[in-house]
């Protein structure tokens, strides 16, 4: 006789959510996933753009190759071959002033990877150079496990403690530091700050090699999701509101949702942003200081402008520039190997809250004009058309002190659980955050019901992992490099 599946429902569809559903319907539960949107990918999407024919992100997401959960993700839903991901990490870095250099892996192993490039690197002067190593060292071996009071200062003094000038933390620090914690240095927590240049730049010699997307994001992820859940006897239901979650006994009894149906399962996975926790968790609930805490986070805006070209302006794939407003310029035409003559460009702003409240025509003069300054082919070139997507709330904004404010993935309710790029993962909000605070609810659930499932044939008992937080647990021989 079959056994009768246990119902898992997941609220929200973006990466956080589809982890956790493909982690426990590949585990033999029956998933059901509601996605207020019409589609799933989450603040990871593209949209179908408006004028021309393709696809446009909300904004260029990249990953690195230490972002190994979301890199075997993609590798569970077949759709590893639409990425790309560098042999060895290689980033152009632009002074309008001073010319281009380039930082780059090599052979040497790490932490001593970089150490050629940053040698010849031109925007440094010899003496920064020699503080940056020293400082790259300090963090090389600073355990943060045990050094608690890093979230409560900002990198950016972190840095003046360890004798960084103004013009080092400014054409280096802040340069990979803007891009991946989505704030100033001189904003965010200097333990997350110091956790990103451990994963990506010092622990091995291949962390940060830089990977993309080859289509639009929600082509990407979605469709594959989708199916990877529905073969496996799971439901998807899109623009499927939940106004909230119903609580019986101290425990969630059900989802109701904007249509007035309620979904019932035995275990529930709340997958939304921290801004809409508390208006989806049981009334009963909103006052408790558990979650209330959530709703102490802030958030920090990016701003992508798309700017089509009717011919090339920008070699490179992507270059990142300094003594400039740009931050980083991607060449989507390359990226996505699009055939036409005129040029796709995506100029990425992070920790861009100054910009919200300019007009995209305003944004759109300022930044051709300094494209015209960066680029000498586009002062002859066209621009066809442009498009501005305004993020104000991309993020959270990774302050000082924010950790307290990150949930874990269990709650005071034995039956919900909370995934989120937000949620305490260890990681900045980055989409590897996510599907690890996914697959860290699916484990736990697992771990508290385990059970047998039907595999292939024959009955398969499940492992229950003892890992909840996936931190630190990284697995680069199962992620193949490509060019
Ligand atoms: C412009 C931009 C650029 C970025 N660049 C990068 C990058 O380069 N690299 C990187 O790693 N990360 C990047 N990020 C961050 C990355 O996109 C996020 O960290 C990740 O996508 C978050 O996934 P999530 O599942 O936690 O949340 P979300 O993607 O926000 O998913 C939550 C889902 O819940 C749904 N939802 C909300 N309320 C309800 C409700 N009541 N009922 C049902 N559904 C609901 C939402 O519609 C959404 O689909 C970027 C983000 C933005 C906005």
């Given at each position: 006789m079959t056994e009768e599946k246990p119902q898992a429902i997941i609220i929200g569809g973006g990466l956080a959510g589809l982890s956790a559903a493909c982690e426990l319907a590949d585990h033999g539960y029956k998933v059901i996933l509601a996605e207020r949107?019409?589609?799933?990918s989450g603040r990871a999407y593209s949209f179908a753009d408006p004028q021309g024919q393709g696809e446009v992100d909300n904004g260029q997401h990249v990953f690195l190759k230490c972002c190994t959960y979301y890199i075997r993700f993609l590798q569970r839903l077949g759709v590893w071959d639409k990425t790309r991901l560098q042999k060895r990490l290689r980033v152009t870095v632009i002074d309008p002033r001073a010319g281009a250099s380039t930082l780059e892996g090599s052979?040497?192993?790490?932490?001593?990877?970089l150490l050629p490039s940053f040698l010849r690197?031109?925007?440094?002067?010899p003496l920064d150079k020699v503080r940056a190593a020293y400082a790259m060292l300090s963090i090389l071996f600073t355990d943060r496990t045990k050094n608690?009071?890093?979230?409560?200062?900002s990198f950016y003094r972190w840095l003046k403690d360890h004798g960084q000038t103004e013009a080092a933390i400014d054409r280096f620090w802040n340069l990979i530091g803007l891009a991946t914690l989505n704030d100033n240095v001189r904003k965010v927590s200097a333990d997350l700050a110091m956790m990103v240049f451990q994963e990506g730049?010092?622990?091995?010699?291949?962390?940060?090699?830089v990977g993309y997307a080859a289509v639009g994001l929600t082509s990407l992820v979605g469709t594959e999701a989708r199916r990877y859940i529905e073969e496996r006897g799971g439901r998807v239901l899109l623009g499927q509101k939940t106004e909230d979650l119903l609580l019986e006994e101290e425990r969630i009894a059900g989802v109701r949702l904007a249509d007035g149906s309620v979904l019932r399962g035995e275990w529930y996975v709340c997958a939304v942003p921290h801004q809409m926790l508390l208006a989806v968790i049981p009334p009963d609930l909103r006052a408790d200081p558990f979650f209330g805490r959530a709703s102490k986070l802030t958030t920090s805006s990016i701003v992508n402008i798309h700017l089509w070209y009717d011919?090339?302006?920008?070699?490179?794939?992507f270059a990142a520039f300094i003594n400039?407003?740009?931050?980083w310029v991607f060449n989507k035409s390359k990226m996505w190997d699009l055939a036409d003559d005129g040029q796709y460009l995506d100029i990425s702003l992070s920790g861009a809250r100054h910009y919200i409240d300019l007009s995209n025509e305003e944004i759109i003069e300022r930044f051709t004009r300094e494209l015209r300054k960066l680029f000498p082919?586009?002062?002859?070139?066209?621009?066809?058309r442009c498009l501005v997507v305004k993020q104000p709330q991309a993020t959270f904004a990774p302050v000082p002190g924010s950790s307290k404010y990150?949930?874990?993935?269990?709650?005071?309710?034995?039956n919900l659980f909370l995934a989120g790029d937000?949620?305490?993962?260890?990681?900045?909000?980055t989409m590897e955050g996510a599907v690890r605070s996914g697959l860290a609810c699916a484990r736990e659930i697992l771990r508290l019901a385990p059970r047998s499932v039907q595999k292939g044939g024959r009955q398969e008992t499940i492992e229950t992992p003892t890992?909840?937080?996936?931190?630190?647990?990284?697995?680069?021989?199962?992620v193949r490099s490509k060019a």
């Open positions: 949107r019409s589609s799933l052979s040497l192993p790490a932490p001593f990877h690197f031109r925007h440094l002067s608690s009071n890093l979230d409560s200062i730049f010092l622990k091995r010699a291949n962390g940060a090699n011919r090339p302006v920008m070699d490179l794939d400039s407003e740009a931050q082919k586009a002062r002859r070139a066209q621009i066809e990150r949930l874990p993935c269990r709650t005071p309710i034995e937000w949620t305490a993962t260890g990681w900045p909000a890992e909840t937080c996936l931190g630190g647990n990284l697995h680069l021989s199962s």
